[in-house]
Structure formats: C-alpha cells, structure tokens
C-alpha cells in the first residue's frame, strides 16, 4: 500500500490546535494529511524512496510547477502553501517632512 506510516502526521508549530482544527482544510484533507502527511513528507524532503507508481506519481508532481491532478500531490501542495511564508504589506504612511518632524504644532501659537 502507498504512503505506509507508523505514525499519523501533525504539524504543531504551523497549526497550533492541529490540522483538522485549523479551518484551512476541508475534513478529508485533514484525514488525508493525518494519516498519511508523514509518509508524503518523508518522500517530499528525499528522506525515503517512492516504492510504487503512486508514491512516484506523487513526487513528480510535487516537483513540478503544473496544477496536481493526483490527490495526495493536490492536498500535500496546499499543505506546503499553507506554511509557506505570507508576504505582507507595510501600510504605514509617512507625515514627516525631511528633518522627521511631524506636522504637528509645537505649540507655540497659543490661543490667548
């Protein structure tokens, strides 16, 4: 059988309450992933051979930037983007003028 492991798959550190909790996966992504994630990592990171047409099928497409069909490589890839850093914008504005001051009054037109 394919994706054979001893051990069910979880990722603490990305998905503090766990997979299946996160909201990010639908239920069978998150049985898919449980169950077999730590096979599919363990082939992903090289750390152990494809042992059938499946498991190879899997890391072909896992390595290929086309759009999965294979439904391990389709799980596994929204897996991996998932974790992948989020590139964030900076939405901060500027209302200093060159010496970094701002624009606000230093007070010294009080109103008598």
Known sequence: MSFESEKSFSDFTNFPRGIRRSGRFSVKESELLEEFGTAMMEIYKGERKPKDSV???????????????????????????????????????????????????SGDDSIE
Do not use: M
Not at 57 to 83: C, G, M
Not at 94 to 105: A, R
């Open 55 to 105: 498991e190879k099928e899997f890391l072909a497409q896992i390595r290929s930037s086309n759009i999965p069909t294979d439904l391990y490589a389709k799980v596994f890839k929204k897996y991996l983007k998932e974790i992948s850093p989020r590139k964030t914008h900076d939405l901060t504005a500027s209302g200093g003028d060159e010496d970094g001051e701002g624009s606000y009054d």
